[in-house]
Every structure is written in C-alpha cells, then in structure tokens.
C-alpha cells in the first residue's frame, strides 16, 4: 500500500525556519518527482517547490532563495527548509509523489507563520 507522510508544520515567527520532511513507503521503484504544494484558506493549492530523481528542481517565484527542497532516493524521502518565512507562508503542505504516472499525496502539515 503506498502511503505519503509529512512532518514537521507548526508555528513559528516571521522570519523564522522550518523544515519540512516527507515519506513515501510502499513504491519498490524510484519516484519520478517529489515535491511539496500549499493551500491557504480560499486560495487554490499550488506548487511550492518539486525535484526529480537527477536532482533537478523547480520553486515558485515567492518562495525562490528562501526555500530549499531536497531527497533521498535511497529513503524515498523529500525535504523543505525553509527560511525568512513570511506571514504569507502560512498555509498547509502537502507532500507529492509522482508514481509511475500516477499523483499520490500525503495527508498534509500545517504552518503558521505569525507573530
């Protein structure tokens, strides 16, 4: 059974780092894309920052030189540091793994980013 899970949400204050970290069990090959997306309260969820299997990476244009995704391919794992957060940030994130053509997600975390 495949099975996406975060950790690592929670309030801090602006200007402030979190890092985010996800698992993803139950896939017996490599994940294609992993990534993580957000969704505040009325606003649609949307990419904050994906990477693929080479490394390769791509971040929206509002969280670019403050956000940092990485993985290990070995653990199927993916990873957000994220630093000088902005009131702005506060949302929930959801980790994405992108599976043999098909979208799997986790359950998502929180973030708060408040003074």
């Known amino acids: 059974q495949v099975q996406v899970v975060e950790s690592g949400g929670g309030l801090v204050q602006p200007g402030g780092s979190l890092r985010l970290s996800c698992a993803a069990s139950?896939?017996?090959?490599?994940?294609?894309?992993m990534g993580w997306y957000r969704q505040a309260p009325g606003k649609q969820r949307e990419l904050v920052a994906a990477?693929?299997?080479?490394?390769?990476?791509d971040y929206a244009d509002s969280v670019k030189g403050r956000f940092t995704i990485s993985r290990d391919n070995a653990k199927k794992a993916v990873y957000l540091q994220m630093n000088s957060l902005k009131d702005e940030d506060t949302a929930v994130y959801y980790c994405?793994?992108?599976?043999?053509?098909?979208?799997?997600w986790g359950q998502g975390t929180q973030v708060t980013v408040s003074s």
């Open positions: 994405h793994a992108r599976y043999w053509a098909t979208d799997y």
């Open positions: 990477i693929t299997t080479a490394g390769s990476t």
């Open positions: 139950g896939m017996k090959f490599s994940i294609d894309v």
